[in-house]
């Protein structure tokens, strides 16, 4: 019960994130000022907020490939947006929002209620959101505010914003998870029959997580661009094996039911991390993504051995 | 035949003509590649040549291969997220060995394809007996070998492939460009494989109810590992021609080849679930998609409006290509009856 | 008095498939009304009709007089309508409370109602049904099937202001006191009650008429004060075939022991001691999960036993895939009860899936001569009575029946000398089943052997040449051909004789 728990609960990830830190600020003392550790979350929150939806969809027993292409799109809109200062910015942020539910409905019209494979239908919509992005941008560059380009990636009261976002996105998860939404979500990636049965309407609640994921996809564009100042008709094709990769991590199963939103937030922070440890201790940089590849292995395994003592353990 | 009359026989010889979904499908995209590149001409007059559809079928030569492994690997219900990669591998294998000599040609190249195939069988390990999700597998098995190639490069490939290589890209017979004619080889050898020999029948069949194989005495793990492994090994070979064709290996060589060996696949009419799909369908597949992307450009579309319409060519083929709208189509035709 | 809820020619195919064809019947409010019939008879698909699980093809149902046509779990609920689910339908890592308020666990649309309010409402309607030992914070998957059971229950309880359905609700329970207290309860405040169940003892204890079905149609709805079991057995067998009787096999226990096991015990099995013959078609009956499911699994190699020794041929041996079972001689080749999930290769054509065994266990480069392929495969079909003109055909294409005659068909040619048949025509026609019994006394006159399971015991009585009755994971009953009757496997498939009379005296 207690490894379960641990799993579930996202402790574990945490666990290994702040081993991963001690041993990472001991190795370069630097690694603890303020002004890196924003850095650090600055660096982490756009694949965060990508991890986080991709759960969504990935909790229900379903798949979304177009990650990649939703950030792309979103992030081509915010950089040709010229809307400058605070209003402007929340302005930039009702249209990406606005954008990626958009996207989040077409593939959840289409997977839930027109039954076709989730993996197959994403693709496709992916490679168009991609295709509209070269449409709005033609090349890296565009135009982000300074209120963007400074305010939201910098401090309030000393706190640096990125890591108030993605506390806000784990508080909306703990509230979520406990609304009925919530716990059908957990439900159908559980078991979609019984939750049929149960009275579930299963297609809807599909429907839903896929917007859920299309809103947080624009919100790590919306993010992206203002971390790097700029935007990329491009910008989302390094999220599409990052993202999965931190869910997997956060320890969320695969085919459903198992982990949450806090979770993924902290496999895709452990996995930025990673990258900065790797090449303060001398890795090159060439090796990070063996690393990657190896942590993604173990980190599935980990999560099935976990699954399989409790399932064990419920036999007998 | 059969002594005893059932109603069973009464309800199929009803659907004794019902044609095979699949066979439409393939059809319906050769019939489209046809019109395309002779329709083009309209458009432009420069367009719509047998030049144009030499340059279709080469280019589509090497997404033709790796769409094959990648076909095989959707068949037994996996995904191959690590084409990229493979494709990578092999071009920096080969220039690193051949080093713009012949020598060691014949030996260089299988080995390529058994280092290959030997990282095929982790990823097949992987998915049949640690019971790791197949694109999880195939994703991580991607990034090590790409960190690998990266790491052994130290970032840039040196070496080129050999000139025998080279010629081989750029040589024709008969007007063919041999890398033509070794596609043709390969799709006759493949759809053989695929379809008419006992390996496909037996990767079929554990494609389509992989516990049915099992109690139909299938080794159903030796069969699924070893889709992956020749997955491997087709995109190494995509990787050493392109790398022949290029001269010269970079390390995202690969990229513009992943999606679309998926896409390929799909659009060929076979079903990301599995169990059902032949080689013509995603050569047909393949076919398409470079005929469509080499086409508008052609014609100086934006890369932004292609890219949108090969998006929604695969998610039309997606909608047509499902069971029940077919079933769909079927009982209306009959109804008029 | 008008009837609660009145079903009039209800029918329903699955594709091909006839599952319901014609079920007429009514309940009053406040009866508990059983309806009885064999395994495929229909029944599951009537409570998932009327569930909105599954919409019906034809027919009509009225609640109270008004055509309802309730089209998911949370429409039949609005109507008053609820059901346990023989297939538990809760959702094992989550708690009590919330499977019990699925899919409204929190009061609030958009907030979250605190745990413990949850906790506390669950609690009201835990206590509501006289549930004192579950705890509604406990996580279902921690729970013993009898609890779960009871949980199903509740919640079903809970729901039905009109009509509960109850689908087999006592299979995990050991005791029926509890659940038998509820439904009076409910019935005395006017709600119906449909009840399921294959236990003869709870349903004249607890319902007062009987709805029969019979492959998929109503053979009646019978007062159960005025009828013996005897009656009630050869309504759902069906009269005809009660006395049918097959044609006489010669004795072939003195023949070779082609499979032997001894003191076979797993995890329904507590010790299964059998002997197959060559020439013999040895039948199995029994009620669904007595354990004959996993005795056969072992045979096909799917399942491994805990303890207990199998002989093929006079050999120890052990049959741990089905790639080994097929292969140890004389072959075991086993065809599962599961067409679909397990059988059929739906994409391939039936000449493909009947030459599998061809290909399985050969070498990759053999090529498929199409021709050779479809000789051989037509002359195995020609066996089975399966037309030639369908060898082309896409097998998922094809009506069960011929699907079923294609698995058949590919058993014979693994070239097996044992066929291990688990209820090899269920749901399938009369013509075909013909067919598949020409094929079953022919092949044991070559010399083969068969064990098969059936849950249609006129089929056991026709064919068998020995019938074995299991009952809890045990053969309780043996019985030679010439007293094989469905009466008498019947009886025995409801426990070892002493018990049954028992119980029946009880329910008197």
Redesign the interface.
């Known amino acids: 019960m207690t490894i379960k728990k641990m799993a579930d609960s996202g402790l574990m990830i945490m666990v290994i994130y702040l081993i991963i830190f001690a041993i990472y600020a001991a190795v370069q003392p630097s690694a603890l000022s303020a002004y890196s550790i924003q850095g650090l979350f600055n660096n982490s929150l756009p694949l965060m907020l990508a991890a986080a939806g991709a759960t969504f969809v990935i909790l229900q027993g379903g798949f979304d490939l177009s990650v990649a292409g939703t950030i792309s799109l979103v992030n081509s809109i915010v950089a040709v947006l010229q809307f400058d200062g605070a209003i402007g910015a929340v302005g930039i942020l009702g249209i990406a929002l606005t954008v990626g539910i958009l996207v989040g409905a077409i593939n959840g019209f289409v997977v839930a209620y027109l039954k076709i494979q989730a993996i197959a239908a994403t693709l496709a919509t992916m490679i168009i959101c991609q295709g509209i992005a070269l449409l709005i941008l033609r090349a890296p560059g565009g135009y982000v505010s300074d209120f963007m380009a400074y305010e939201l990636t910098g401090s309030v009261l000393e706190v640096p914003v990125s890591i108030i976002v993605a506390f806000l996105v784990a508080m909306l998860w703990f509230v979520f998870r406990r609304t009925n939404a919530g716990r059908n979500l957990l439900a159908i990636g559980q078991d979609a029959k019984a939750s049929e049965l149960s009275g579930i309407d299963v297609a809807r609640t599909k429907f839903f997580s896929f917007i859920w994921a299309g809103a947080f996809y624009a919100l790590a564009a919306y993010f992206l661009a203002a971390q790097t100042s700029t935007g990329s008709p491009s910008a989302g094709e390094p999220f599409l094996l990052l993202t999965f990769a931190a869910v997997a991590l956060g320890g969320t199963a695969f085919g459903g039911g198992r982990g949450g939103v806090t979770a993924s937030l902290l496999g895709a922070a452990t996995l930025v991390l990673m990258q900065k440890f790797l090449f303060s201790i001398g890795v090159s940089s060439f090796y990070t993504g063996m690393v990657q590849g190896l942590i993604m292995i173990l980190a599935v395994l980990f999560s099935g051995a976990v699954q399989f003592v409790v399932d064990k353990r419920n036999i007998t | 035949?059969?002594?005893?009359?059932?109603?069973?026989?009464k309800?199929?010889t009803r659907?004794?003509q019902?044609l095979?979904s699949?066979t439409i499908a393939v059809l319906t995209i050769y019939g489209l590649v046809v019109l395309m590149i002779f329709g083009s001409r309209l458009v432009s007059p420069s367009l719509g040549g047998i030049s144009q559809l030499m340059n279709v079928l080469y280019l589509s030569s090497f997404l033709v291969i790796c769409a094959f492994g990648q076909g095989l690997v959707i068949l037994v219900r996996g995904?191959d997220?690590s084409v990229a990669s493979m494709i990578t591998l092999g071009g920096v294998l080969s220039t690193t060995f051949m080093q713009g000599t012949n020598e060691g040609l014949y030996f260089i190249i299988p080995g390529i394809l058994l280092i290959s195939a030997l990282v095929g069988v982790i990823s097949g390990l992987?998915v049949t007996h640690?019971?790791?999700?197949p694109?999880?597998?195939t994703?991580?098995?991607?990034?090590?070998v790409?960190?690998?190639c990266?790491?052994f490069t130290?970032?840039t490939p040196r070496g080129f492939p050999a000139p025998m290589l080279n010629a081989f890209m750029q040589n024709k017979v008969l007007g063919v460009a041999l890398p033509i004619l070794l596609m043709l080889v390969f799709i006759l050898i493949f759809t053989?494989l695929q379809s008419?020999?006992?390996?496909?029948?037996?990767l079929?069949?554990v494609g389509?109810?992989p516990?049915?194989?099992?109690?139909?005495?299938?080794?159903v793990k030796r069969m699924t590992i070893?889709a992956y492994a020749i997955s491997a090994a087709c995109s190494a070979l995509a990787g050493v021609l392109l790398a022949a064709y290029a001269n010269g290996a970079t390390l995202r060589m690969g990229d513009d080849y992943l999606?679309p060996s998926?896409?390929a696949v799909?659009v060929g009419g076979s079903?990301?679930?599995g169990?059902?799909g032949s080689f013509l369908g995603t050569v047909g597949g393949a076919l398409l998609l470079t005929t469509l992307s080499s086409m508008l450009s052609a014609l100086g579309v934006?890369?932004?409006?292609?890219?949108?319409?090969?998006?929604?060519v695969?998610?039309v083929a997606?909608?047509m290509l499902?069971e029940?709208i077919f079933t769909g189509l079927q009982s209306m035709l009959k109804k008029p009856n | 008095m008008t009837e609660r809820i009145n079903i009039s020619n209800l029918s329903k195919r699955y594709g091909a498939t006839v599952a319901l064809s014609g079920v007429d019947m009514g309940i009053w409010p406040g009866e508990v009304h059983a309806v009885l019939g064999e395994n495929g008879a229909g029944k599951s698909t009537l409570v998932k009709i009327l569930s909105g699980v599954v919409s019906s093809n034809a027919g009509s149902i009225s609640l109270d007089e008004e055509i309802i046509r309730p089209s998911s779990i949370i429409e039949a609920r609005r109507w008053g309508i609820a059901t346990a689910f023989q297939e538990l339908s809760l959702i094992p890592n989550m708690t009590v409370a919330e499977n019990l308020l699925l899919p409204r666990a929190s009061s609030g649309r958009f907030w979250p109602e605190s745990k413990a309010s949850i906790f506390e409402r669950a609690n009201e309607v835990l206590i509501e049904w006289e549930i004192d030992d579950i705890s509604s914070q406990s996580i279902v998957a921690d729970l013993t099937l009898a609890q779960r059971q009871r949980i199903e229950l509740v919640r079903a309880l809970s729901h039905a202001h009109c009509l509960l359905i109850l689908d087999e609700p006592t299979a995990a329970l050991p005791d029926t006191s509890w659940l038998f207290r509820q439904i009076r309860h409910v019935t005395s405040q006017g709600v119906s009650v449909l009840y399921i169940s294959h236990r003869l003892n709870e349903v004249r204890e607890i319902c007062q008429r009987a709805t029969i079905l019979r492959n998929g149609a109503t053979m009646g709805t019978v007062d159960l004060e005025g009828v013996d079991d005897e009656d009630i057995f050869s309504m759902m067998v069906g009269h005809e075939s009660s006395h049918k009787n097959k044609a006489s096999q010669e004795n072939a226990t003195n023949k070779e022991v082609l499979l032997e096991t001894d003191q076979l015990a797993s995890k329904m099995l507590k010790g299964i001691n059998l002997k197959l013959h060559a020439g013999e078609i040895l039948g199995v009956a029994g009620l669904e999960g007595q354990g004959q499911q996993e005795l056969f699994r072992i045979f096909g190699g799917l399942h491994k036993p805990k303890s207990g020794e199998i002989k093929v041929g006079n050999k120890v041996t052990s049959l741990n895939s089905p790639r080994q079972a097929l292969r140890v001689n004389p072959g075991i080749a086993f065809v599962p009860e599961e067409r679909k999930t397990e059988g059929i290769f739906p994409s391939l054509s039936a000449a493909a899936n009947i030459s599998i065994p061809n290909f399985a266990t050969t070498g990759w480069a053999k090529i498929v001569n199409g021709r050779l392929e479809r000789h051989l495969a037509a002359e195995a079909a020609s066996q089975v009575g399966l037309s030639t003109r369908y060898l082309d055909f896409e097998v998922g294409n094809l009506s069960g029946g011929n699907q079923q005659k294609v698995l058949l068909a590919r058993a014979l040619m693994t070239g097996a000398k044992i066929l291990v048949l688990f209820d090899p025509t269920r749901g399938v026609d009369v013509g075909t089943k013909q067919s598949i019994y020409a094929m079953m006394r022919h092949f044991v006159d070559q010399g083969g052997a068969i064990i098969f399971y059936s849950s249609e015991l006129s089929e056991l009585v026709q064919l068998s040449s020995r019938c074995l009755v299991v009952y809890d994971g045990l053969i309780t009953d043996d019985v030679a051909a010439n007293e094989i009757s469905e009466e008498r496997l019947l009886a025995s498939a409801h426990g070892p004789v002493n018990a049954r009379k028992e119980s029946i005296q009880e329910a008197v």
């Open positions: 035949m059969n002594p005893f009359y059932s109603v069973t026989d309800q199929d659907q004794a019902r095979n699949t995904l997220l992987g640690l019971s790791i999700p694109f999880i597998m994703m991580a098995m991607g990034l090590i790409y960190s690998v990266l790491g130290e970032g053989i008419y020999s006992a390996f496909g029948r037996k079929n069949a389509n109810n516990d049915a194989a099992n109690i139909a005495g299938i080794a070893s999606l998926i896409a799909v079903s990301i679930l169990g059902r934006g890369q932004g409006w292609k890219t949108i319409l090969e998006g929604i695969i998610l997606l909608i499902r029940q």
